[in-house]
């Protein structure tokens, strides 16, 4: 296959000659919904390595019925000509005839909602044939249907189909940690959860579905069970996402310790007024689904609004953007946030929306990634807001308003980086030290630890700090920013040489590791 180098500032992405000419003229269509639910019948799927998950046309049903109807309103019909939107830029060709243009929802006996890839597909009095086709595996029921939450998924699974149409399969994550709208993972995992978020926070303000409308607004009578982790993070991945609350410290439980306090950092609501460091903001999926909300309903850039008669179209408007810069990068470079590349494509393909964009980055992030002195003052600013006292908040307030201004303008003219103090990452890998794979799961994984944005808890449970080296270590990242390398982190903490030989141990485990793969 033929490639061209697209060159970017941080690094260059190769991306196809095919994708690339399809990204520029995309048709807008809009795929059929093709219902699918578990072949019933009794012929078994045919003894090959693609899977074994056979699959036919559901039955029509009340359910079915109330599903087609849902997915035909605006926002749902939009949905779908998002998927056929991406299909068209990334020039995809489905490997089954019968599938081509087709929205795929496998109505799933299990739990959960998942993006997937692949199944034998058995039409009526057919052989089965594999089809190696993206499609979403969710269980629904009448009550999701009704409140909204079949929509909120939908949209958020079908994110995911978007991105593996634009960018192929993620990669093996860094991170171990549970993934969630809390917690800090790795730029990869934030990213593509982010962009599913994203797609949560979207359903609730242009479907208009009543349910999801009520739920949004808090208008629901209060339950025991919205104190279930579950509930917790739905919530939060509208109301966080919408006011930025991902971009602040989780606050720590002075009652736990060890497995614990790493637990409660990744999975609490719990939000202070300190500011998370660059790379943390950056692997937050909260956050990246902030910085997605923002580009398609913040004024000066797509300003989405279902008030508007026009929103529909302007949605598919902002998504063609957004969707021919995604086609542009690759999961390759797993040591710069996917985000700022998407940003340096941006600059390339639509300057003046870049712009925009980029100011927009840099008040969802305090400016972390670029000017940690800005941040500084952006901090102070916070806390003096905070507690009300105007005689500082006014000054800081009028201070960075300018100074982000300026920033901006730097980076749209490239005399800065849009990176240029985020540093890179320096991962370890604990075998020793074993984490859930969920809070309530018995699985569990080797501790994963990036050095460069730990918290306190995570540093600890790591066995290699004591109290005093896990507060230097964290005094000396926030004063003189993020270690370049673990030969850094030895000269600036004053490491003994056996401290420093087991965190090269640690790092080449990590180095060497499968890592993990996510749904």
């Known amino acids: 296959m033929k490639i061209i180098l697209l060159p970017l500032l941080l690094g260059l992405t190769l991306v196809p000659a095919d994708k690339l000419q399809a990204a520029q003229s995309p048709e807008h269509v809009t795929p059929t919904l093709l219902i699918l639910e578990k072949y019933r019948g009794d012929k078994p799927p045919p003894e090959q390595q693609q899977g074994s998950l056979m699959l036919q046309l559901a039955d029509v049903s009340p359910l079915t019925q109330a599903i087609e109807a849902q997915l035909n309103s605006p926002f749902g019909r939009l949905i779908r000509q998002l998927d056929g939107l991406a299909a068209q830029i990334a020039g995809n060709q489905e490997s089954c005839a019968a599938l081509q243009g087709k929205t795929l929802l496998y109505l799933s006996d299990e739990d959960g909602g998942y993006a997937r890839q692949g199944f034998w597909y058995r039409p009526a009095n057919d052989e089965a044939v594999f089809c190696d086709a993206l499609f979403v595996d969710m269980t629904v029921s009448e009550q ?116 614990a306090a790493y637990q409660q950092e990744g999975i609490s609501p719990a939000v202070g007024y300190q500011l998370k460091n660059a790379q943390a903001m950056l692997s937050s999926e909260g956050l990246l689904a902030t910085l997605f909300y923002r580009l398609s309903t913040a004024p000066g850039l797509s300003a989405l609004n279902p008030d508007d008669a026009d929103w529909q179209e302007n949605a598919v408007k902002h998504h063609t953007r957004l969707f021919r810069a995604l086609a542009g990068l690759s999961w390759s470079n797993q040591t710069n946030p996917p985000y700022t590349a998407l940003l340096q494509v941006l600059q390339s393909s639509d300057p003046d929306f870049a712009a925009a964009a980029i100011g927009s980055f840099l008040q969802t992030t305090y400016a972390s990634p670029v000017d940690p002195a800005l941040t500084s003052d952006l901090q102070m600013m916070i806390q003096a807001g905070s507690l009300g006292q105007m005689q500082e908040f006014l000054p800081l307030y009028r201070r960075t308003t300018e100074a982000l201004q300026v920033l901006t303008d730097q980076i749209v003219k490239g005399e800065k980086s849009l990176t240029g103090a985020l540093g890179r990452p320096i991962w370890l890998l604990q075998p020793d030290i074993l984490i859930p794979q969920a809070p309530w799961s018995n699985a569990q994984v080797p501790l994963a630890v990036n050095l460069n944005m730990a918290g306190a808890a995570e540093l600890a449970l790591l066995n290699l700090f004591d109290n005093r080296l896990v507060t230097n270590l964290l005094e000396e990242r926030t004063k003189q920013g993020p270690f370049a390398d673990l030969a850094e982190v030895q000269k600036r903490l004053s490491l003994p040489p056996s401290l420093l030989a087991e965190l090269e141990r640690l790092q080449q485990l990590h180095r060497q590791s499968g890592r993990r793969h996510r749904e």
């Open 144 to 259: 999701d249907l009704q409140n909204g939450s079949f929509l909120e998924v939908f949209a958020h699974e079908m994110g995911h189909v978007y991105l593996r149409r634009l960018m192929g399969p993620q990669p093996a994550a860094p991170s171990s940690r549970f993934h969630n709208v809390f917690a800090v993972t790795d730029y990869q995992t934030a990213f593509d959860e982010g962009f599913g978020i994203y797609f949560q926070a979207l359903a609730a303000v242009l479907s208009r579905h009543p349910g999801l409308q009520a739920r949004s607004e808090g208008r629901l009578a209060a339950s025991g069970a919205d104190h279930w982790f579950s509930r917790l993070d739905g919530q939060y991945r509208l109301d966080g996402v919408m006011h930025n609350l991902f971009a602040f410290k989780t606050l720590p439980n002075p009652d736990f310790s060890g497995l």
